[in-house]
């Protein structure tokens, strides 16, 4: 497709299962990037990969919640054990260069989570 | 570490009014400035950047100026229409890096 794509666009899930988001970034972009958007507050970051390397994790809230990248195309975040806490929408994005002052960020429409 | 500050919303407007979004930040190294915008149930985009003090970047009638004295980079329209509705998120990262930073977020509603 033309643009980033996340599914599910909604997921409901109950306290202590794990859940899985992904993301399908633009085709040729090296940087995708996950962030978490809570309600009444910004773009929290998370992680971010440069082709299937992820050079700073230190974003992600806790050991419950890892990320994959293969073949440096679509990227897997994973929330083990989900907590009520972890409902927000997530929001993946990805850009054509790595250095990112002049490049450009493309988001997907995110992945809301809801908790019970 | 590197932030952004906006003006809390929401911020209702009249149709043809003249709209201003407040954004400070802090940053230890020489960042680059973008305003990203969300219209209901779509992604974020792009709405303009500029990567240099002085610099003003403008699309879509808002314009903002890159303000190295006052660490400020304020969103401006003159005359904002109710397709302008949306939450306006002002952003920066910082050569070298790959971390975009991003305010919490501001909500414009404008009546017809």
């Known amino acids: 497709g033309a643009g980033v794509s996340q599914s599910p666009s909604n997921k409901v899930t109950e306290k202590g299962k794990d859940v899985e988001l992904r993301c399908d970034p633009i085709?040729?972009?090296?940087?995708l990037y996950w962030y978490r958007q809570s309600l009444g507050q910004g773009l929290e970051f998370l992680i971010y990969f440069q082709g299937n390397s992820a050079p700073d994790k230190s974003g992600l809230p806790s050991d419950r919640f890892s990320a994959e990248r293969t073949g440096g195309s679509v990227s897997t975040l994973t929330i083990q054990r989900t907590q009520q806490e972890d409902s927000a929408v997530y929001l993946c994005a990805s850009s054509l260069v790595w250095t990112a002052n002049t490049g450009e960020l493309f988001f997907g429409e995110g992945s809301r989570l809801t908790v019970l | 570490g590197d932030s952004v500050t906006q003006m809390e919303g929401p911020v209702t407007l009249s149709e043809e009014a003249f709209l201003t979004i407040n954004c400070t930040y802090t940053?230890?190294?020489?960042?680059?400035l973008f305003w990203y915008v969300q219209y209901p149930g779509e992604g974020l985009q792009l709405l303009l950047k500029?990567?240099?003090?002085?610099d003003k970047g403008s699309n879509k009638g808002f314009e903002a100026t890159y303000r190295k004295e006052t660490t400020s980079f304020h969103l401006e329209k003159g005359s904002v229409q109710v397709s302008d509705s949306a939450v306006y998120f002002c952003a920066l990262t910082t050569s070298g890096t790959y971390k975009y930073i991003f305010g919490t977020g501001t909500r414009l509603k404008v009546l017809a």
């Open positions: 085709s040729g972009h090296t940087a």
């Open positions: 500029a990567t240099k003090a002085d």
């Open positions: 940053a230890t190294g020489y960042p680059s």
